[in-house]
């Protein structure tokens, strides 16, 4: 049995219903980014509009590889970070031939170490970091990056984590995120304070440009 199948030209989970569905929705179908039906097109268009270089992109939370798809296409470098081997699978299948991305196979943190993540059925994209497992965790700043312009953080509640392992590359690079923090993600996975990934990027410098269901865009004040 294959554990991929292809809807709407992007290869899926076989398990993966969200996503299908989604794309299936009549207001969604024909909304078109790069030639290819998208996923969220109106977070990443808003997202990218505050931009002003398009040097390198990180995206955080690669899952199949729908927002690194579009960032390759703005962006001279994409440096990508999915955990789950299904989803990398996946990722190089809907990326194929975009030779400016790197897929980095670990999951980000505030300190380096080894996790398990858990993946919800039928909705591949509800991913969370689990307890100690054989999954490598490392910090982005450990990457050294330079000329970091935009980064999409998607980690199902552990975005504060990710950018307190990020602060020097914040610092640095001052690249405008889209960052996803939804109610109770944070507090009921992780025990971090709802919110606490904004209210971190703004104890940095950063101030909210906008949101748009539960993803918000930070640009450096």
């Known amino acids: 049995m294959k554990d991929t199948s292809v809807h709407f030209g992007w290869h899926l989970p076989a398990h993966e219903q969200h996503l299908q569905k989604w794309m299936a929705n009549p ?4 909304d078109r980014m790069n030639g290819r039906q998208g996923y969220q097109l109106k977070k990443q268009r808003k ?8 040097r390198t992109a990180v995206d955080v939370g690669g899952h199949v590889g729908y927002h690194a798809f579009n960032m390759a296409h703005a962006f001279a470098r ?6 789950v081997a299904l989803h990398r699978k996946c990722f190089e299948a809907n990326t194929a031939g975009l030779t400016n991305i790197t897929l980095h196979a670990v999951a ?12 919800e059925v039928g909705s591949s ?23 970091v312009d935009y980064m999409k953080l998607d980690a199902e509640g552990y975005e504060e984590n990710i950018l307190r392992g990020a602060e020097e590359t914040l610092k640095k690079c001052r690249p405008v995120l ?3 923090q939804k109610r109770s993600m944070a507090s009921d996975h992780f025990g971090l ?17 906008g949101e748009i269901s539960g993803d918000f865009i930070m640009v450096w004040q």
């Open 125 to 147: 994209g509800n991913t969370t970091v689990g307890g100690k497992g054989d999954i490598p965790m490392i910090t982005l700043d450990s990457l050294h990056l330079t000329d």
């Open 178 to 180: 889209m960052c996803e």
């Open 78 to 83: 994409v440096h990508a970070f999915e955990p």
């Open 27 to 30: 207001k969604n179908v024909g």
């Open 193 to 209: 304070a709802h919110m606490g990934a904004i209210t971190y990027l703004k104890s940095l410098g950063y101030v909210v440009a």
């Open 47 to 54: 997202a990218l509009s505050y931009v002003k270089q398009f």
């Open 108 to 119: 980000l943190g505030k300190a380096p170490g080894s996790v398990s993540m858990n993946t």
